[in-house]
């Protein structure tokens, strides 16, 4: 099928630039999150059939006719003036059951303008965009596969960029409701336009991820290995090093093993305490390694939220540590247009 050969191509072109990490790609706003359940678990894989059209967004997989007509606000107010966010609408589709489309954003906000001996000449803005359709294309008995092609632009002052990637994910229920299991494949594409006549790698990544509902308790439990098409994740701090005081060599601190089988590791717990209102919370180890200060680690990768439905909404926030200088706030609300139908 002509669709299949594309998601190959797709594939195998970023699986050549595997080696590429970080701040190396562009197009990095795409790794943000934007759902506050997502983000108060620690970005795992919330593998759950529920009426979430965020969850959609995330594992395309998770398609299902309990979307349909939902809507959701995400908002962020992150660090020095930048917001970010996202709007998704679940559509009804006899073919798909339910096709999501949405509108991921980033907005860096104005800047000062000055020429070369740094007089004020004016501001400019910078944002980026990524708008996207998610869809369940196969499903049989416990397995379930979807899909999302995303079209991304950015622009930075007189400079812009256009996209187009695709996101694959395969879903099993392992145990009948309670344990499901996910691969996700993330972000498979290229440029269609450059900032300056230079293409640049992709954000890729895989992810697999595992989450179970106990049968006997109001508890369900995420584990998400991230990156797992690249063993070490560690960055090196080239002046991050020490002498040896036998050869007088420098030596460059390198990370143990340990830390590089943590930095893979998302985890995630919600108590669900009735219909009405969750607690939640996660742990995100390679953000703790990566934005922590030495001597002030403060709760860096820690997050933790809640979400209560209050009538015809569900609303849900998220606290978030990225760094030692304070946390991030993000705000969820979730509802239906079919609640407002007059009867």
């Known amino acids: 099928m002509k669709w299949i050969r594309i998601f190959f191509f797709l594939f195998t072109y970023n699986v050549s630039l595997v080696a590429q990490t970080g701040g190396n790609n562009t197009f990095e706003f795409l790794n943000l999150t934007s759902s506050a359940r997502v983000l108060a678990l620690g ?65 860096y906000g104005a800047f000062d303008r000055t020429d070369t001996y ?29 899909s999302t092609i995303k079209g991304v632009y950015s622009n930075l002052e007189s400079y812009n960029s256009f996209g187009l990637l695709a996101d694959l994910s395969a879903t099993y229920e392992v145990r009948k409701e309670l344990v499901f299991a996910s691969l996700l494949i993330k972000n498979m594409g290229f440029q269609l336009k450059t900032y300056a006549h230079e293409s640049e790698p ?87 390694q990566e934005l922590s200060l030495e001597l002030f680690k403060h709760n860096v990768g820690l997050s933790w939220g809640f979400g209560v439905k209050v009538r015809k909404f569900q609303l849900n926030y998220a606290r978030a540590f990225y760094h030692a200088a304070g946390p991030m706030h993000t705000f969820s609300v979730i509802s239906n247009t079919a609640n407002f139908k007059r009867k």
């Open 43 to 107: 970005d795992v894989l919330v593998n759950a059939l529920d009426d979430d059209v965020n969850l959609a967004q995330q594992l395309p997989s998770l398609n299902h006719a309990g979307m349909n007509h939902q809507f959701s606000v995400n908002f962020t107010n992150y660090y020095a003036g930048i917001r970010f966010g996202s709007l998704v609408y679940g559509m009804p589709s006899e073919k798909f059951e339910n096709v999501s489309f949405g509108l991921q954003y980033l907005n």
């Open 118 to 146: 740094g007089n004020l000449t004016g501001t400019f803005s910078a944002g980026e965009y990524a708008f996207y359709a998610s869809a369940l294309i196969y499903k049989k008995s416990r397995f379930r596969f979807g």
């Open 202 to 288: 992709m954000p890729f990544e895989i992810l697999l991820g595992v989450s179970s509902k106990l049968k006997h308790a109001p508890f369900r439990w995420s584990v998400t290995w991230s990156h797992i098409e690249k063993w070490d994740l560690s960055y090196i701090n080239p002046e991050a090093s020490s002498v040896d005081l036998m050869t007088n060599e420098e030596v460059q601190v390198a990370s143990s093993t340990r830390d590089k089988i943590l930095s893979h590791l998302h985890v995630g717990g919600a108590f669900l305490l009735g219909k009405n209102f969750n607690l939640r919370a996660g742990y995100n180890f390679r953000r703790r």
